[in-house]
Nanobody
Framework: QVQLVESGGGLVQAGGSLTLSCAAS????????MGWFRQGPGKEREFVAA????????YYTDSVKGRFTISRDNARNTVDLHMKSLKPEDTAVYYC?????????????????????WGQGTQVTVSS
């Protein structure tokens, strides 16, 4: 079992910045690929960003490229999502998720069903 706890959400004005953090416990964090997803009001959960089990290659949905950065610290068992130039359409509950060393991750990272463990989410609200 892996336990994930997100933090860092809040209310921010458009154009502002926030950093979300996800703390993992329970298993060897460095064996898990990590993803960030979000679910806006009345919308399905969607992929935001993901990273392999070692720091390096990261993936982003098009709408956040250049604005969001995912980073992980395997020594601290955390994965962060640094968000800047926030827009009202970024308003959502943000979730981190983990999956144990998946095959073909480069082509599956954005599937919500790929991930076995999820946090409870943290609310991000961007006001216009």
């Amino acid at each position: 079992q892996v336990q994930l706890v997100e933090s860092g959400g809040g209310l921010v004005q458009a154009g502002g910045s926030l950093t979300l953090s996800c703390a993992a416990s329970g298993r060897t964090f460095s064996n898990y690929a990590m993803g960030w997803f979000r679910q806006g009001p009345g919308k399905e959960r969607e992929f935001v960003a993901a990273q392999y089990w070692v720091p390096g290659t990261a993936y982003y949905t098009d709408s956040v490229k250049g604005r969001f950065t995912i980073s992980r610290d395997n020594a601290r068992n955390t994965v962060d999502l640094h968000m800047k130039s926030l827009k009202p359409e970024d308003t959502a509950v943000y979730y981190c998720a983990a999956v144990y060393r998946p095959d073909y991750y480069s082509s599956t990272y954005y599937y919500t069903r790929l991930y076995d463990y999820w946090g409870q989410g943290t609310q991000v609200t961007v006001s216009s």
